[in-house]
């Protein structure tokens, strides 16, 4: 029979063990540190039919009230162009103090109250970070037959440094092409393996040019065995 010592002994091994796993497993599920630098951020606004003049209100008064905010260095907000009633907004912050702030100041409240009434689908925020960016600058305030362009490209995790690097080799010629006005990459915070394509074209016929470019062809080609949904190109016209 074990004696009391033994018993107890054993019984706080037990206990030390138990907390081990439970610290290593908060550790491993723990969120990651917010990134240093930049803030950057996409949203998706998916309206009903028929709503597009109420919501294009509601984003030109944030849009005002956002471009004003301390640590805003990017603010747009844009319009489908084939779906009017869905909408994006391209944010860069400062750094991650200067999104939070924004989050919680009372001209985004009074646009998420509303705009909830005006929606179809949940309004899609996704934290990013620059990851392949060239001049921040790029294509500011570009209007008339400019094309933006938001592009989500999903790789499956096994393949995450592959296709990242795939685009980091994309994105230096595609600023070379003709009528180009910007192109980043940006890696969504809470999916590694998540990135957005953001660009800007003078015109849709430049971005058809660039598009049957043999860099763009090697990408394509290359990414089918390396991604984990379709290639989701949006084209957007800037709300003025």
């Given at each position: 029979?074990k004696?009391?010592?033994?018993?107890?002994?054993?019984?706080?091994?037990?206990?030390a063990?138990?907390v081990?796993?439970v610290?290593?497993?908060?550790a491993?599920?723990?969120?990651?540190?917010?990134?240093?630098?930049?803030?950057?951020t996409?949203i998706y606004?998916e309206a009903?039919?028929?709503a597009?003049?109420?919501?294009?209100?509601?984003l030109?008064?944030?849009?005002?009230?956002?471009?004003?905010?301390?640590?805003?260095?990017?603010?747009?907000?844009l319009?489908?162009r084939?779906r009017p009633?869905?909408?994006?907004?391209?944010?860069?912050?400062?750094?991650?103090a200067?999104?939070q702030?924004?989050l919680?100041a009372e001209?985004?409240?009074k646009?998420r109250?509303g705009?909830?009434?005006l929606l179809?689908?949940?309004?899609?925020?996704?934290?990013?970070?620059g990851?392949d960016?060239?001049e921040?600058?790029?294509?500011a305030?570009?209007?008339?037959g400019a094309?933006?362009v938001v592009?989500?490209v999903?790789?499956i995790?096994?393949?995450?440094?592959?296709?990242?690097?795939g685009?980091?080799?994309?994105a230096t010629?595609s600023?070379?092409?003709?009528g180009?006005?910007?192109?980043?990459?940006?890696?969504q915070?809470?999916?590694p393996?998540?990135?957005?394509l953001v660009?800007?074209?003078k015109?849709?016929n430049?971005?058809?040019a660039?598009?049957?470019?043999?860099?763009v062809?090697?990408?394509?080609?290359?990414?089918?065995?390396?991604?984990g949904?379709l290639?989701d190109?949006?084209?957007?016209?800037?709300i003025?």
């Amino acid at each position: 029979m074990k004696s009391l010592y033994e018993l107890l002994t054993a019984s706080t091994i037990a206990v030390a063990s138990i907390v081990a796993g439970v610290t290593s497993a908060v550790a491993q599920t723990a969120p990651p540190p917010p990134p240093v630098g930049p803030a950057y951020t996409v949203i998706y606004i998916e309206a009903a039919p028929g709503a597009g003049t109420q919501v294009t209100k509601l984003l030109r008064a944030v849009h005002a009230a956002a471009r004003k905010a301390d640590g805003n260095l990017r603010h747009e907000i844009l319009q489908r162009r084939e779906r009017p009633n869905h909408f994006a907004i391209l944010e860069i912050w400062k750094d991650a103090a200067a999104y939070q702030a924004n989050l919680s100041a009372e001209h985004t409240r009074k646009f998420r109250d509303g705009l909830k009434p005006l929606l179809v689908a949940a309004y899609d925020e996704r934290p990013h970070t620059g990851m392949d960016i060239g001049e921040i600058s790029a294509g500011a305030g570009a209007k008339g037959g400019a094309v933006y362009v938001v592009t989500h490209v999903d790789f499956i995790p096994p393949r995450k440094d592959d296709g990242i690097a795939g685009l980091k080799e994309l994105a230096t010629p595609s600023r070379k092409d003709g009528g180009n006005l910007r192109y980043e990459v940006q890696q969504q915070n809470s999916r590694p393996n998540h990135l957005t394509l953001v660009e800007i074209w003078k015109d849709h016929n430049s971005l058809e040019a660039h598009e049957k470019t043999a860099h763009v062809v090697k990408f394509r080609d290359a990414l089918l065995p390396m991604s984990g949904s379709l290639f989701d190109q949006r084209l957007y016209r800037a709300i003025e």
